[in-house]
C-alpha cells in the first residue's frame, strides 16, 4: 500500500506511461545507508589522490548509452574514486587548512541535497533562507555589527571576497566618478591570493601595503598608502591570515578606513572562527567597524564544504551591485532577502544549512568549545616546540596556525620528510615560505586532533 502511494507521488513515469529513470527506490536507499556508513565511519588517513593515468585505469568507463546502475556505480565510488581523495577530516592532517565538520552538518548537507531547495530567492526558499539567516544572525552577533546586518552563503573566501570588493566598488563609483587611473584595492602581501584573483577579475590594481615585524598589516602602514594613493575603494585587512594565522590591527586600519573614507572589507575566511573563541577575542578588537566581512564554516567552524558566510553592514549596497535584472526574472519581489541579490550569483543550494543545523543542534557554546580545543591543541604544541632541543617556532602564532623549522634542513629535507609523513599516515603537514626560507606549517581546526599524536609525529623531525 505505501509502495503503491510512493509509486504514485514519485512521478516517474511520462504521459503516456513510460518510467523515465525505471524504479530508483533501491539506488535511493543504497546511496542513503552509504551516505550514513560514511558518515560515521573513522576517516582514512592514508588515502590520497594517484595519478590520472593510473586513476582512469582503475575507474574504467562508467558513463555509457545504458548506465551501469546502481550497484556498480556506488562501488566504483566507495573502492576506486573515494580512496583517491585525502580525508579532510583525518586527526593529524594539519595541511594547507582542513576542514572537521560535525557528523551533524555532514549528515543535513545529505538532508539539504535531499530537498533540492532554490536558495536564490525568498520565494522560492524561505524556509532555508530563514534558517541560513539565523546562522549569519549568530555570526553578526558574534561580529558586535548592527542587526541591520545581512549577508548571504557563497561557495567559498574568494566568491566571498569578490562579492564584497565588488559591492565596494559600486558603492565607491555611485558618490564619484572612476579615477583617471582606476580603481585600486589596499592590502598587504600577506592577504589570501583570492584578492588578487578579485582584482584581475575586476580590472583594478592593488596597492601593497607593508606588514610590520609581527607580520601584520597596521594602520599607520594603511594611512600612509591611503594619503597618497588616489582611487581607492577599499581596504582588505585579514583576520588570520591563512599562512601564519595573524591577525591584523583591524581597530588602526578601521581609524584609517574611516579617515579616508574608504571601505574596509575583512577577510576571516579561516581566522573569523576565532571571534567565538573568548581567549582570543581581542585580537579582533575593531572588526566591529568593517563594512563587509567573510569568514568560511567549511574551514575553523565543523561545517561541510562548500560553505562561505558573507556578512554586509549595509546589505542595501549589495544589492545595488549585485542584482541581476532579466526580463524572467520580473516578476521576483525585490522587497524581501534574496540571497541570489547580495553576491556574485543567482542560483544556489541552501548551503548554509548545515552549519545552520549544526549549530541549532550542538548550541553555540559547545562551538566555542570546539574552537577554544584547537587552541589549546595548538598552544600545546607550540610549546612542545619551543621546548624541543631540534625545532624552532618561526613566529609566535596568535590562532591556530604555527610555523616552525628543523634547524639545519633544506626545501628537499623538509619535502621528502613531509612526503613520508604523509605516506605513513603520521601526519599530513607540508612546507611553506616565510620570509623568503622554506618552513614547516600546521594548522589546526579539529577538535579532535590530538596533540601528543602531533607531538610524536614531530619527534621523526631529527
Ligand atoms: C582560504 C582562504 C580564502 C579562500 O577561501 P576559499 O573558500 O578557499 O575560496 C580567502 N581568504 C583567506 C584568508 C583564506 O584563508
Sequence with gaps: MQKAQCENTSANTTPDGLQVWGDEEEIVAAAIDYARQRIMRAPDRVAAARPAADLALAAGT????????????????????????????????LAYIPAAPTRAALAFDAVTGAANIFAGTWEAGAG??????????????????????????????????????????????ASRPRPTDGWKIVCADSAHSSIRSAAQAMDVKVVTAPVDHRGHL?????????????????????????????VDDLDDIA??????????????????????????????????????????????????????????????AARAA??????????????????????????????????????????TERY????????????????????????????????????????????QDYAAWSTRAAETGAMLCVPTQWNGTTVLRMAFVNPETRADDVIEALSTLR
Excluded at 556505480?73 to 574514486?81: I, P, S
Aim: glycine share 10%; hydrophobic share 45%.
Design 62 to 93: 562508467a558513463i555509457t548509452p545504458w548506465g551501469m546502475g546502481g550497484a556498480a556505480a556506488l562501488k566504483l565510488f566507495d573502492q576506486v574514486l573515494a580512496p583517491a581523495t585525502r580525508a579532510q577530516n583525518g586527526s593529524t592532517n
Design 128 to 173: 532555508a533562507i530563514h534558517a541560513e539567516n539565523e546562522a549569519l544572525t549568530w555570526l553578526t552577533r558574534l561580529l558586535g555589527w548592527p542587526g541591520t546586518a545581512a549577508g548571504c552563503f557563497v561557495s567559498g573566501g574568494t566568491l566571498g571576497n569578490l562579492s564584497a570588493l565588488i559591492t565596494a566598488r559600486a558603492a565607491a563609483a
Design 218 to 246: 597596521t594602520g599607520a602602514a594603511v594611512d600612509t598608502v591611503l594619503d597618497s594613493a588616489t582611487g581607492v575603494f577599499a581596504v582588505v585587512a585579514t583576520a588570520g591570515t591563512t599562512n601564519a594565522g595573524l
Design 255 to 316: 581609524d584609517s578606513c574611516e579617515r579616508h573614507q574608504v571601505w574596509l572589507h575583512i577577510d576571516g575566511a579561516y581566522g573569523g572562527a576565532g571571534l567565538a573563541a573568548p581567549s582570543v577575542r581581542h585580537r579582533y578588537s575593531g572588526i566591529e567597524r568593517a563594512d563587509s566581512f567573510i569568514v568560511d564554516p567549511h574551514k575553523w567552524l565543523f561545517a561541510p564544504y562548500d560553505c562561505c558566510a558573507l556578512l554586509y553592514r549595509d546589505p542595501a
Design 322 to 363: 549585485h542584482s541581476q535584472s532579466a526580463h524572467y526574472l520580473d516578476a521576483i519581489d525585490r522587497d524581501v532577502h534574496n540571497p541570489a541579490d547580495l553576491a556574485f550569483h543567482l542560483s544556489r543550494r541552501a548551503r548554509g544549512l548545515p552549519f545552520w543545523f549544526s549549530l541549532a543542534v550542538h548550541g
Design 368 to 411: 566555542t568549545r570546539a574552537v577554544e580545543q584547537t587552541l589549546t591543541t595548538s598552544r600545546l604544541v607550540t610549546d612542545a616546540i619551543r621546548a624541543s632541543g631540534h625545532l624552532r617556532l618561526t613566529i609566535e602564532p596568535e590562532l591556530s596556525v604555527i610555523l616552525f623549522e628543523r634547524p639545519g634542513w633544506g626545501p
